[in-house]
Nanobody, 125 residues
Framework: EVQLQASGGGLVQAGGSLRLSCVVS????????IGWFRRAPGKEREAVSC????????HYADSVKGRFTISSDNAKNTVYLQMNSLKPEDTAVYYC??????????????????WGKGTLVTVSS
């Protein structure tokens, strides 16, 4: 059974940092791309970042470039999203999702077959 478990959300002041984790199981980690998406209140879902686990290729939304860093720990089947210099507009529920690397094209979610439950990030001003 494929499972993705996101964690690490919380309340932080503007300018602060959080690290989200996405632990995955049930498929061959190296074959997949893992993406982070977010949905802010009243807004559409937005792609944040993505990593192709096998070759380490990363992608970022313009809104988070230079502030967020995605990485993977293959030994732990875990993908991290380090979020620095957080802004109130980063407030959202963050989701991780997985899809076969060859088919995933950032920022599109179409080939992401598996989704975890979200973790809430709240950035206060």
């Amino acid at each position: 059974e494929v499972q993705l478990q996101a964690s690490g959300g919380g309340l932080v002041q503007a300018g602060g940092s959080l690290r989200l984790s996405c632990v995955v199981s049930g498929f061959t980690f190296d074959d997949y791309a893992i993406g982070w998406f977010r949905r802010a209140p009243g807004k559409e879902r937005e792609a944040v970042s993505c990593i192709s686990v096998g070759d380490g290729t990363t992608h970022y939304a313009d809104s988070v470039k230079g502030r967020f860093t995605i990485s993977s720990d293959n030994a732990k089947n875990t993908v991290y999203l380090q979020m620095n210099s957080l802004k109130p507009e980063d407030t959202a529920v963050y989701y991780c999702a997985a899809g076969y690397s060859d088919y995933v094209i950032f920022p599109y979610p179409y080939a992401l077959d598996y989704w975890g439950k979200g973790t809430l990030v709240t950035v206060s001003s």
